[in-house]
């Protein structure tokens, strides 16, 4: 070793750590359970989905966090042994799969933006116009299977945003108003 360790640089290193492990859990946990969630929207038999395209970012996002806690982790072992050749190469290898990570992401992404509507569409799915239901989300289309329910105040009072459990709600409602 080429020089002393100060302990409280130990500590925030064992800190950062923690936090930046707790935010891939909690993103792999939670996010790719809503991502999965909204890829299965078209084949879901339900009446009314939603489109929402930062949803596949949740994969890219998650890629970027892990690849900072790597770089983060191996910057700090070079900072203490400075002269390793190992860890000059392990800096590489980190880039080159980071890369390759990325790529993935952005490949995924990119699919799900374009491929996501026409299998919407392939499954008797039909967007409603922007002025209609989610009017006040930017990114987000709402998809039905009777044009009819876009115009609905019932279902625009109940779909208010874009989460999962309001768009169960507006369904429910959907069925509710069938019967």
Same mark, same amino acid.
């Given at each position: 070793m080429g020089k002393e360790v100060d302990s409280f640089y130990l500590y925030c290193l064992a800190g950062m750590s923690l936090v930046v492990v707790g935010l891939p859990w909690f993103m792999f %946990?939670?996010?790719f359970e809503l991502t999965?969630?909204?890829?299965?929207?078209p084949v879901s038999g339900l009446s009314i989905i939603v489109f929402d395209p930062i949803m596949s970012c949740t994969v890219i996002g998650w890629i970027l966090i892990l690849f900072v806690f790597i770089v983060a982790v191996i910057? %700090?072992?070079k900072e203490m042994w400075k002269d390793n050749e190992r860890i000059r190469l392990a800096q590489k290898q980190v880039g080159k799969v980071f890369n390759k990570m990325f790529f993935c992401g952005l490949t995924l *992404?990119?699919?799900n933006y374009l491929l996501w509507p026409m299998w919407a569409s392939y499954n008797n *799915?039909?967007?409603?116009?922007s002025s209609t239901l989610l009017h006040n989300e930017s990114f987000v289309t709402a998809w039905v299977t009777d044009i009819e329910t876009c115009y609905n105040d019932k279902v625009d009072t109940v +779909?208010?945003?874009s989460l999962h459990e309001?768009? +169960?709600?507006a369904n429910e409602l959907i069925e509710n108003l069938k019967k």
């Open positions: %946990s939670f996010g999965e969630i909204h890829f299965e929207y910057g %700090s072992v *992404f990119v699919a *799915f039909e967007p409603c116009p +779909l208010e945003n309001t768009v +169960l709600r």
